[in-house]
Structure formats: structure tokens, C-alpha cells
């Protein structure tokens, strides 16, 4: 297209502004090229300025004769590069680095959201709030709130967090020709992240992760994120004797195991013992949290595979769902879920703080009411729904976490 329009032009400057001006007006304002209005008064100027340079008086045209070679060279490279730059729209007073920053910024903004993804944010955020509310029960008065407290929430949330995108990154690198099916939308198996990357980032995190444990020097810590990385890697690696995710009984005690009982009790230990240097005590609002998350956590086990049927069966993945069929698993869980919200009104009813069971019962009581009444409206037939109900539950498992810490 550039070729054909240059093409119009002279070979040589020379000539008469007038035959510049009306070829300009032609190119510029030809129904072929109306991306350029005449509105554009800027590119018309500027156009108008490297094209339109007016009559020569004779002297100046034997200088610019003898120096023809040169310039009309230049001249036809900036006629080329403003007129290509015109019919294709774009700003004729643009330069290739104008766009640098915005290239720069694209491609970040790229990379953060492909990483955000590859992280499996619910997870994130459950971990950190889960890690947060078991802190806070290790909290007896108000002075106990003090710096130490801060840092050494902080020590266990990044261990924690770390370990995490460990474990997601590690299950998305195994599952990679499943998720093309289940999750096409994750990096690896859109082709975003190449194996190569996968590898390097699930390596360097659990390296930063059991670092910052060895160096924190708390013991629960510690081995919170070693058996994390025992059973999240026996979980999801495909190698003879594991990949655990195959068996539906034992993937379940996996995630039981890492989010019902190693958060509690070993968060809550690391804050008792090493931040607060006092003796190990399991008191009633932690038997509690471990024993309400022992059931959310089946839950979840159960209903993250639902909307995954399709790609277990194609990958011989024995889950419930493929089982015993998603609706059959779906009520499961909703009843699982409407027992604990019973257990935990009950456990409120009997606290002697009358904060704690006020806010305690009503709290549960909205919960388990909020939940059924969204059971009850999902199109079972719909992937998306299911979906959308799993994050619903993800939601419900946060809300838990903020009510733990009133439990008393």
C-alpha cells in the first residue's frame, strides 16, 4: 500500500507547491483513505510542512540538484514513513519510541495477570486469611497485639503463601493436558507459560519458602511447610506410588490434612510457642476452627472436582463426582456444609461471652441461610454455575475465617 503511494510522487522535490497541495489533498481526503479527516489538523500541518516546502528560487535549485541524490533519499524515507503512518491511522507525528512505554506497560500488565492466574488467587487469599484468624486465637489481651505479633503473623503468612503457589503451580504442571479441557484458561495450558517457566517458578518458591521458614527459626512453622510440601507434591506429581489425586479417598485426606489441621494447629502453635514463648494449649475456640474446617475442607475436596467432571473421566480420574455423579456429590456438600453451620449456632449458644454468641449464632444463621438459598437456584446442567458456586463456597470459607476469631 506505501509503494502505491509513494508512487505518486515525483522522484524528485522539484517542482510547484501548487501540485503538492492537490496531490496531498487527494491522498489525504480520497474516500480510500478517510481514515485521515480533515479534522486532523495537526498530521494535515505536519504533512503539509515535509511535503509542501515550497517554490525554489534557481540557485537553490542547482544546490539542491547537486545534493539530489542525498536528500531525496531522505525525503522519500520520511514520505514513506508519515504517509504509512496516515492511511494505517495512527498519529503521523509518531515516532517508533512514542509507543515504548505503552508496549512496556501491556506487557507488564500481561505478566501480572498470567502470574495471577497461575497463583490461583482463591487459594492465596484463603491461606492468608486462614493463617491470619488462627493467629489471632493465640491473642489473650490487648498487649499482645504488639509488633512482635505483626512480624510474626507476617513470618507465617509469606512462608505460607510461598508454599502455596508451590503447590498450585506444581498440580497445574502435572494437570497440563487436563486443564486444556477443565481450565483452558490457566497459563500453562493456554501455552502462556512454557513448562520451562512452570518448573522455574514452582522451584524458586518453595526454595524461598523453606528458606524463610529455616531462618524464622519457629519449629511449627517449619514443619507446617514441610508436610505442605510432602503432601502437596505427593498430591499432584505423576511418578509411581503418587500422583494421590487419583484416588478420591485419599486426595480428600490431602487437602483435609494440609487445611484443616496443619493450619490450625501449627499456625496457632508457631504464634503460641515462638512469637509468645508460652506452653502449648489447645483451647476451645481452636478445637472448634480445626474441627469446622475438618468440614469444609471434605467439602471442597468434593466440590472443586464437579465442574472438572469432563476431564477426569477423559483422564481417568476416579473423583466422587465421576463416581456418583455431580448432582448426588453438589447435595453432599451442601448438607456437610448446613451440619457445621448447625454445630458451629450450637458451640455460639453455649459461649459465656455475650458478644461472642450473639454474633456467633446470627453470623452462622445467615451463612447457612445465604447458602441454601443459593444451592437451590444452580443450573446443574451449566459448567459456569457450578463454577460460580465453587467460588461461592471459597467465599463462605473466608467469611468462616472471620468468625473464628470471636469464637470464645
Given amino acids: 500500500m506505501d509503494s502505491a503511494l509513494l508512487g505518486s510522487f515525483p522522484k524528485a522535490s522539484l517542482g510547484g507547491n501548487s501540485w503538492r497541495r492537490e496531490n496531498l489533498k487527494k491522498i489525504c481526503f480520497s474516500g480510500s483513505y478517510t481514515a485521515v479527516s480533515v479534522s486532523r489538523c495537526r498530521e494535515w500541518d505536519i504533512l503539509q510542512r515535509y511535503c509542501a516546502v515550497g517554490p525554489l528560487h534557481p540557485q537553490q535549485r542547482l544546490k539542491h540538484h547537486n545534493t539530489g541524490t542525498k536528500e531525496n533519499s531522505t525525503s522519500y524515507r520520511r514520505h514513506k514513513k508519515f504517509l504509512v503512518n496516515a492511511t494505517a491511522g495512527h498519529p503521523l507525528d509518531s515516532e517508533p519510541g512514542a509507543y515504548n512505554a505503552k508496549n512496556v506497560w501491556n506487557t507488564l500488565k500481561n505478566a501480572t495477570d498470567a502470574f495471577y492466574r497461575f497463583s490461583r488467587p482463591h487459594t492465596v487469599i484463603g491461606t492468608a486469611l486462614s493463617i491470619i484468624s488462627v493467629s489471632l486465637l493465640a491473642v489473650q489481651n490487648l498487649s499482645d497485639f504488639s509488633p512482635l505479633f505483626f512480624t510474626g503473623v507476617l513470618e507465617a503468612v509469606v512462608a505460607a503463601l510461598l508454599m502455596n503457589i508451590y503447590i498450585v503451580g506444581l498440580n497445574q504442571l502435572s494437570d497440563i493436558d487436563i486443564d486444556k479441557v477443565n481450565k483452558p484458561y490457566l497459563p500453562l495450558a493456554s501455552g502462556e507459560y512454557s513448562v520451562g517457566t512452570g ?22 512453622l517449619f514443619w507446617a511447610l514441610f508436610i505442605s510440601f510432602v503432601l502437596g507434591t505427593a498430591y499432584s506429581i505423576n511418578v509411581p506410588l503418587l500422583r494421590w489425586k487419583r484416588s478420591a479417598v485419599v ?5 483435609l490434612a494440609v487445611r484443616a489441621v496443619i493450619v490450625q494447629l501449627a499456625f496457632f502453635l508457631h504464634m503460641q510457642t515462638h512469637v509468645y514463648k508460652r506452653p502449648a494449649a489447645f483451647s476451645r475456640p481452636l478445637i472448634f476452627a480445626t474441627a469446622f474446617m475438618s468440614f469444609f475442607s471434605v467439602v471442597i475436596a468434593l466440590f472443586k472436582d464437579i465442574p472438572d467432571i469432563d476431564g477426569d473421566k477423559i483422564f481417568g480420574i476416579r473423583s466422587f463426582t465421576v463416581r456418583l455423579g455431580q448432582e448426588r456429590v453438589f447435595w453432599t456438600c451442601i448438607w456437610l456444609l448446613q451440619m457445621a453451620y448447625g454445630v458451629a449456632i450450637l458451640v455460639g449458644a453455649t459461649s459465656s461471652f455475650m458478644l461472642s454468641k450473639s454474633i456467633t449464632v446470627l453470623g452462622h444463621a445467615i451463612l447457612a441461610s445465604i447458602l441454601w438459598s443459593r444451592a437451590k437456584s444452580v443450573d446443574l446442567t451449566s459448567k459456569a454455575a457450578i463454577t ?4 461461592f463456597i471459597w467465599k463462605l470459607f473466608y467469611a468462616e475465617y472471620l468468625l473464628i476469631p470471636l469464637v470464645r
Avoid: N
Wanted: charge should be neutral; charged fraction near 0%; aromatic fraction near 22%.
Fill in 388 to 391: 460460580t458456586f465453587y467460588m
Fill in 199 to 220: 518448573i522455574m517458578i514452582v522451584t524458586s518458591f518453595v526454595i524461598m519458602s523453606f528458606w524463610l521458614g529455616w531462618i524464622v527459626g519457629s519449629w511449627p
Fill in 251 to 255: 486426595a480428600a485426606m490431602c487437602i
